[in-house]
Structures are given as structure tokens and as C-alpha cells.
């Protein structure tokens, strides 16, 4: 996958870290729960994009 690969990994994980610190702020403010779960299907979802993204880099690299 080379370079391109390496981005879109870091691009997922910069995602993930993202929506998991707006999750952390809405908590800490006391926001709404439904945000606050919203969020959380949003982190889990690019986690699982993030983590195959890395499998696809790794898998692509040990060729």
C-alpha cells in the first residue's frame, strides 16, 4: 500500500482521537446523552475502519 496507506491510517486514528475528545468535553460538560452515545458509535466505527486500515498497510507491507 506504501505511502497512501500510511496516510489514511493516521488520518483514521487522528478521526478516532478526535471524536473521542469531543465525547470526553460533552461528558465532562454534562451535555446530552444521546450526543454523548452518538459519539461513541461514532468512535467505535473508526476504530474498526482504523484498525482495518492498519491490518491493510501491514498485510500489504509483508508482501
Known sequence: MGEPG????????????IVLVCGLVNM???GCPHRSRR???WRIALQLIA???LLAVVLAGSK
Request: glycine share 4%.
Open 39 to 41: 459519539l461513541m458509535l
Open 51 to 53: 484498525v482495518a486500515a
Open 6 to 17: 500510511h496516510l489514511i491510517v493516521a488520518a483514521a486514528v487522528c478521526a478516532v482521537a
Open 28 to 30: 465532562s460538560r454534562g
